[in-house]
Each structure stands twice: as C-alpha cells, then as structure tokens.
Antibody, heavy 125, light 107 residues
C-alpha cells in the first residue's frame, strides 16, 4: 500500500526558505505526478504546483512563480517543494498529493488520489 | 484563472437527510471536476472524479452530477461520519482551482 510520507513541521524566520519532502513509501513515481497544495489556518485549499517526472515537466501557480521549486528524485521516490522569501502569510499546512492522469494516457492530469498527512510550516520571527 | 464557487459555505443537517452542495465555475470545465472530503485534522480525500464517478472504496451514498459550469454533490443519507468540509476542484485548465469549501455539520 503506497503512502506519501512528508517531512516534519518547520518553524522559519521571515525571508528564509523551507524545503518539504514527500516520499512515496511502497511505490514509485513511474506513472504518476506529485502536486502540492497548501492550507492556511482555517482556510481553504490553494494549489501551488505540480511535477510529472515521466513527462519531465513542472508547472507552478502564477502566485508562487519565482518563489517555489518542485523537484522529484525518482531513485528515492521523493518529491520536494522549496518555498523561498517566506512571509508570515506563508504559515500553512503544506500537502503533497499523488497526481493521476485521466485514463492513464498522460494527456490530462488532475486527480489528487492519495495525500500526505501534511507539514505545518510556521513563519515567525 | 477559473474561479469555483461553492454553495452553501456551511450546512447543518440531520442524520439520514439528503444533502446537496453546488459548485459553479466561471467558465466551462467540461466534466473535469472532482470532489474531496476533508475531515478535521486530516488531509483531503478524493470522493468523486470526472464530475460523477465514484472513487474506489467510497460509499455509494455519495454522488456527483453536472457538466459545463454547474455541478452538484449529493449525500443521499447523511451519516455521522460524513461530518467534514467538502471541496470541488477543476482540472480543465491550469492552475487547478478549488472551491472555497462547504462545512457540513450535524444538526
């Protein structure tokens, strides 16, 4: 049974960076992508970006362009999300989720079918 | 970006009630629309994909319908374990976008 295991909670100073990991324990990335979604306290879900290793592509929400980098290491089945220039309003739970393609044909990706438990990132001086 | 608007934002219902949540998109998303359930303190869970298909293992009391810009999520007979916040999400066009959520409580 594949699980997405995320790294532990972080406390960061404003202006610094954070790198959150997401390991697909018991599985591979071979036919899936990984996407990142964050949730500020008491708020809704906000999509940040995705990586699809089999297509060698990464896409980011415009809001985070230039501040976020999503990478994946197929050899260790681990994905990473790095967010820089942190501000207090970046305080949130950051989730990774497995991204599945429609009919498995890689043409359209959009199903977040398995989620990690989330990583709380607190930005405070 | 495609904006997704859910209604209502919160809902109180009794066990056994039929519950309906709507999701409206600012442009046609075809049927590229998913529904997620998020219980307090947990990660979201995919319930419905492509507007009306039940994800494997999800109870049949959950259903979805709609296409284009207007979608509906229904719980046919509310159970106490369904207390959660429900989100719609479109994947027709990047960026993926979510509705603001509907918080469901037991009356």
């Amino acid at each position: 049974q594949v699980q997405l295991v995320q790294s532990g909670a972080e406390v960061k100073n404003p202006g610094s960076s954070v790198k959150v990991s997401c390991k697909a324990a018991g599985g591979t990335f071979s036919t899936y992508g990984i996407t990142w979604v964050r949730q500020a306290p008491g708020q809704g879900l906000e999509w940040m970006g995705r990586i699809i290793p089999i297509l060698n592509i990464a896409n980011y929400a415009e809001k985070f362009q230039g501040r976020v980098t999503i990478t994946a290491d197929k050899s260790t089945t681990t994905a990473y999300m790095e967010l820089s220039s942190l501000r207090s309003d970046d305080t949130a739970v950051y989730y990774c989720a497995r991204l599945r393609s429609r009919f498995g044909n890689y043409a359209r990706w959009g199903y977040f079918d398995l989620w990690g438990r989330g990583t709380l990132v607190t930005v405070s001086s | 970006d495609i904006q997704m608007t859910q209604s209502p934002s919160s809902l109180s219902a009794s066990v056994g009630d039929r519950v309906t949540i709507t999701c409206q998109a600012t442009q046609d998303v075809n049927n590229f629309l998913n529904w997620y359930q998020q219980k307090p303190g947990e990660a979201p869970k995919l319930l419905i994909y492509d507007a009306s298909n039940l994800e494997t293992g999800v109870p049949s009391r959950f259903s979805g319908s709609g296409s284009g810009t207007d979608f509906t999520f229904t719980i046919s007979s509310l159970q106490s374990e369904d207390i959660a916040t429900y989100f719609c999400q479109q994947f027709d066009t990047l960026p993926y976008t979510f509705g603001q959520g509907t918080k469901l409580e037991i009356k």
